[in-house]
């Protein structure tokens, strides 16, 4: 099993009352309350990898406070190393207030700058922690910003001269981007230099602009991706390498809450690699072979769907015998 290092945000998710309910019914109303979870799209992902029983590190920064004290404590809770973890009195922890409508989709409302997540810095990234083989994992909202930009930079750039697998889950959220900021330049460059590449149907419509999808993936798999994952919802997940593309029909279920949905199927994904050994190196073969690749994208889509029977993000997770469970 191989180190998979997670980078980004870890925050607050305060997830209302109300949920599934018509939030006009109540304009004016001051009984709602919220109830905090452990959430950002990073942290869920290493939270999934260690819950699954993986070799698991997160890597950001939280504030000195008790949110993040409560952050820290609860990926400890769930076998994620905390090594990495850097704490400021600088500024605050992230919240997000999370709503949910009668579905379970979710719309958020983020507290976040000035944030401690934003404050990390290239230099906090140790040479020592890139040792070995492993997978270095981010999204986009350690993008939006110039300072939290180029730490990220630094850590892709470690990662990828240490020969580690880079996965970049697109995970978009544009009202996280400064008005007027265009996210579209930053966000190829980390797709273009990936190894795995995650996105929804919407992000992939994003990135296509005055091109069509097919000449998009192209252009992603061309620039060294080895493996292109296209979520949409409870539609198939779609997939594509560089010799074959197909789907996988997801689970059933009955959605509870979907804020964790996309975290749990990449960590579970992840989890996979890193069981199996995959590394950048060998990332490419894995999708010449269709039946291994199937395998591992159903055990995380059964991740995914055992997450959205859940309320929360960290506490949807599943563990092995969870997935076992709906495997079965």
Known sequence: MIKVISFG??????????????????????????????????????????????????????????????????????????????????????????SLDSTGERSFEFYRGPSADLL??????????????????????????????????????KARAAGWLVSFDMNL??????????????????VEQADLVKLSTEELTFLCRDKNETEVLQRILNSGASLVLVTDGEKPLRYFTPCHYGSIEPRNVQMVDSTAAGDAFIGGLLYQLSDRD??????????????KLDDILTFASACGAHAVTHAGAFTSLPNLEEVSAYLS
């Open 120 to 157: 990390f810095t290239p230099n906090e990234f140790q040479p020592e922690w890139f040792n070995g083989q492993g997978i270095f994992h981010f999204c986009s909202n350690t993008l939006t910003e110039p300072g939290i930009l180029e730490a990220t930079q630094a850590g892709l750039e």
């Open 173 to 190: 959220r544009n009202n996280l981007w400064p008005k007027g900021t265009d996210a579209f330049a930053p966000v190829w460059a980390c």
């Open 278 to 291: 995959i590394t950048a190196a060998n990332l490419k073969a894995l999708g010449e072979d269709p039946e």
């Open 9 to 98: 945000e870890a925050l607050v998710d305060m997830l209302s009352s109300r949920v599934g309910e018509d939030q006009s019914e109540h304009s004016g109303s001051v009984n709602e309350r919220f109830t905090k979870f452990p959430g950002g799209a990073p942290a869920n992902v290493a939270a999934a990898i260690g819950k699954l029983g993986g070799y698991s590190y997160f890597a950001g920064k939280v504030g000195a406070d008790m949110f993040g004290d409560f952050l820290i404590e609860s990926l400890e809770a769930l076998d994620v190393r905390t090594d990495y973890v850097k704490q400021t009195s600088e500024a605050k922890t992230a919240l997000a207030f999370v």
